[in-house]
């Protein structure tokens, strides 16, 4: 019913940026929370961050003031803006959104395939 369709990953030296794009497209009548979490080798997934109710928030101290997120509504789309990579943030990173869905009660949440970020030298 809804699909997430995420893009912009790929290797990258330490220091430099990427940019991700997750589209929604589907039976969708409101989103109601759209964000990225990552999940390193070995590692739980973990939030990192997402907009809920039209205000964003960053779950993680490790990537506040280089990570930044930000949506066109208008293409049901979220951004993340990386830059100054570190290999610590090398992991899969995944978009989800929780999503009212036209002609059925309640919210389901939905994620995408993911997209591999790895920052080496």
């Known amino acids: 019913q809804v699909q997430l369709v995420e893009s912009g990953g790929g290797l990258v030296q330490p220091g430099g940026s990427l940019r991700l794009s997750c589209a929604a497209s589907g039976s969708i009548f409101v989103i109601n929370t759209m964000g990225w979490y990552r999940q390193a080798p070995g590692k739980q997934r973990e939030l990192v961050a997402q907009?809920?109710?039209?205000?964003?928030?960053s779950n993680l101290d490790s990537v506040k003031g280089r990570f930044t997120i930000s949506r066109d509504n208008a293409k049901n789309t979220v951004y993340l803006q990386m830059n100054s990579l570190k290999p610590e943030d090398t992991a899969v990173y995944y978009c989800?959104?929780?999503?009212?869905?036209?002609?059925?009660?309640?919210?389901?949440?939905?994620w995408g395939q993911g997209t591999q970020v790895t920052v080496s030298s």
């Open positions: 989800k959104a929780d999503v009212s869905v036209r002609g059925l009660p309640g919210t389901f949440g939905y």
């Open positions: 907009f809920t109710s039209g205000v964003s928030t």
